[in-house]
C-alpha cells in the first residue's frame, strides 16, 4: 500500500490484488497499471476507469504455452500418468500386467471447449492431432473460416453440449457471468466417463460440486491448473485420486515469461511516450 501511494506506474502480476481498497490509496500520479500477465480479473478495472487509471496486460504470449498444459492435462488424468508416476515411486509396482493402470483411449473421443479465444483454438489445434473431434461454446460463435479449419461444432447451448461431450476443457476468462459456470447442476449433466481439464480461473468451477463428483464418481477425473483460492487447495480435493493437480503453471515457460516482461516494456514505454499503448484493456470486453 505504501508503494501505491507514491507511484506513477503498477506492475503487478496475477496474484496481486489491485482493487477498490488498494486503489483508494493510489494518489493522483498513479496513472498506468501495465500488469504482468494475461488475466485482469485480479483488477478491479470500474474503479481504474473512474479515476483515470490505464490498464494494460501481455495477451498473447500464452497461449501456446497454456494449450500445451491443457493438453498435458488430459492425457494425464486419461491415462493415469500421475498416478503410475506415484505407483514406481513407492517401490509397490510388480510389473507389467494385462489390468494395471487402465486409462482411456483419447483418439475419436469428443472434445468440448468453453471459451473459443486464442487458447480454446490452441488447444483444437492440438487436439485434432491426437484425433479428438472439436466441439465448443463461446459467448458468440467464431468466423466461418476458424470453424472450418478446426472442423469445429459450435454449441449455443452450454449445458447440451456438457451432456454430450467426452472431455471439457475450460478456457474462458473470469468474469462474473462465468463466475461457478461449471456449477453442481452443470457437473451433473457430464457423463460418469468424462473428464475435466480446466487451465482457466479456478472460479469457473463450483470446486465443492466438482469434489463431490469426483468422490462419488459421477466424473471419471479431472485435471486442475488453477484454483478459487489459490494457493490454498481444497481439502476435498487433495484426497482424490481421480484428480491431477498443478500449481498454476501453465503459462511457466522461460519464452513465455520473456515475452511477458517485453510486452510490459512497450506497453510502459508507449504509454510514457503519451500514446496509447497497445495492450490497453477495456472494461466492456471483460
Excluded at 504482468?36 to 485480479?42: L, P, Q, S
Excluded at 468422490?215 to 486442475?224: I, M, N, P, T, Y
Excluded at 500514446?275 to 477495456?282: A, I, N
Aim: net charge neutral; glycine share 8%; charged share 25%.
Amino acid at each position: 500500500i505504501e508503494a501505491v501511494k507514491v507511484a506513477e506506474i503498477l506492475v503487478p502480476t496475477v496474484t496481486d490484488r489491485i482493487d477498490a481498497r488498494i486503489l483508494a490509496q493510489a494518489g493522483p500520479q498513479l496513472r498506468l497499471i501495465a500488469s504482468f500477465g494475461t488475466g485482469v480479473d485480479h483488477i478491479d478495472l470500474a474503479t481504474a476507469r473512474q479515476r483515470g487509471i490505464t490498464v494494460t496486460n501481455t495477451p498473447g504470449v500464452l497461449t501456446e504455452d497454456t494449450a500445451d498444459m491443457t493438453m498435458a492435462l488430459i492425457l494425464a488424468v486419461s491415462r493415469r500418468l500421475t498416478e503410475g508416476e506415484r505407483l514406481v515411486r513407492a517401490g509397490t509396482w510388480e510389473g507389467w500386467g494385462p489390468t494395471l493402470m487402465l486409462g482411456h483411449r483419447i483418439w475419436g473421443k469428443r472434445l468440448g471447449i468453453i471459451g473459443m479465444g486464442r487458447i480454446g483454438q490452441a488447444v483444437a489445434r492440438r487436439a485434432r492431432g491426437f484425433g479428438l473431434s472439436i466441439h465448443y461454446h463461446n459467448r458468440r460463435r467464431v468466423h466461418p473460416d476458424i470453424e472450418t479449419e478446426l472442423e469445429a461444432t459450435y454449441w449455443e447451448s452450454l449445458d447440451q453440449m456438457l451432456a454430450r461431450m467426452d472431455i471439457i476443457s475450460i478456457n474462458c476468462p473470469h468474469t462474473p457471468a462465468t463466475y461457478h459456470l461449471l456449477s453442481s447442476r452443470r457437473l451433473k449433466l457430464l457423463r460418469p466417463t468424462s473428464i475435466l481439464v480446466n487451465t482457466s480461473r479456478g472460479e469457473v468451477i463450483d470446486e465443492n460440486a466438482l469434489a463431490k463428483s469426483l468422490a462419488g464418481r459421477e466424473l471419471a477425473g479431472a485435471g486442475l491448473d488453477v484454483f478459487e483460492q489459490e494457493p490454498a487447495i481444497n481439502p476435498k480435493l487433495l484426497e482424490l485420486d481421480n484428480v491431477v493437480l498443478m500449481p498454476h503453471m501453465g503459462s511457466a515457460t522461460i519464452e513465455g515469461r520473456l515475452d511477458m516482461g517485453e510486452k510490459v516494456i512497450i506497453n510502459i514505454k508507449t504509454f510514457v511516450d503519451g500514446h496509447t499503448p497497445p495492450d490497453r484493456v477495456l472494461e466492456q470486453l471483460f
